[in-house]
């Protein structure tokens, strides 16, 4: 391998171990040494790919968005050209894609935050691209749209946060089918004149 080669297999080595180690134990009680450890990599060959714990994190979630994004987009692009129709795409298809594996739901929807202020503005910008899925999903629809159309999906946003952090955490957590359905009531409740 060159070198460009084995410093793109040593990171992705990392952002793999990360994956698990973020999600369990999590992002705090994992160390760098533990994150080389299970890479397979030296403590100093971890530097040469990420500044820190932080930034490790950050790519991780950034992935977990970016993967999620294009799951969604793709839902809603095959749903029929109707609000509900895409509500339901693009609800189930969120819901099912973060919990389809848990790791990726922890990370996204509680380790981010564990980790503190340095990963807000990533947090942000996942938040500031979900909103546009919604606002561009129901925008070019022939339907009578809220006047704050951004405010909206930011707070439909937030609802189905909460949802998932609730099956995240809890001990006996409820079933996808309960979210999805609690959270498409919501988006149709909201939209509903």
Request: with cysteine; charged share 25%.
């Amino acid at each position: 391998m060159t070198a460009e080669e084995r410093l793109a297999d040593r990171r992705e080595r990392l952002i793999l171990a990360a994956y698990t180690l973020f999600a369990n134990p999590g992002f705090h009680a994992t160390t760098i040494e533990r994150l080389c450890a299970t890479a397979r990599i030296s403590n100093r060959a971890f530097y040469e790919c990420f500044s820190g714990r932080e930034a490790l994190m950050r790519a991780v979630y950034d992935r977990c968005v970016e993967e999620t994004l294009q799951s969604i987009i793709k839902a809603i692009d095959q749903a029929p050209p109707n609000l509900d129709a895409r509500i339901v795409a693009g609800i189930t298809e969120y819901v099912r894609f973060v919990t389809a594996d848990e790791r990726r739901a922890r990370i996204m929807h509680l380790e981010v935050r564990r980790a503190g202020d340095v990963l807000s503005g990533a947090r942000q910008r996942a938040v500031t691209e979900f909103t546009k899925i919604i606002e561009s999903s129901v925008g070019d629809l022939p339907v009578q749209l809220p006047s704050e159309l951004h405010l909206l999906a930011l707070a439909l946003i937030g609802a189905i946060t909460e949802l998932l952090i609730e099956w995240v955490v809890s001990d006996h957590p409820p079933s996808t089918e309960v979210i999805i359905k609690s959270a498409v009531h919501v988006f149709r409740r909201s939209f509903s004149r």
